[in-house]
């Protein structure tokens, strides 16, 4: 599973969630994505699960014909460290989306 942290995730919970998942990037690792219809562009042709507080993605995911899946964190952000424990107790939950072809978004709470 190859997760895509849009710019507003802190960069830092890189490492330990690469424990966790096959591949774990952040959107500012990426210059040439600035705008939101970027990162989308860039996760569906890369074949990226997006990951995001933004519901506009969320969104997006449930209107548009194609795209990335998209993980919605619905909860407010958390502390680097919180966010990973969460995503990490989610990797069942969250591997079995990232095969199931007919999921586009899956909602954390």
Known sequence: MKLLFDENISYRILPPLSNYFMYVASASSFPAIRTDEQL???AKEKQFT?????QEFETWAQTRKE???VVFLAFHPLAPDALVEKLAAA????????VDSEAKV???S
């Open 40 to 42: 989308w562009a860039f």
């Open 50 to 54: 997006l990951v995001t507080h933004d």
């Open 106 to 108: 899956i909602t954390l």
């Open 67 to 69: 795209g990335p899946k």
């Open 91 to 98: 990797q069942a939950q969250l591997q079995a989306f990232a």
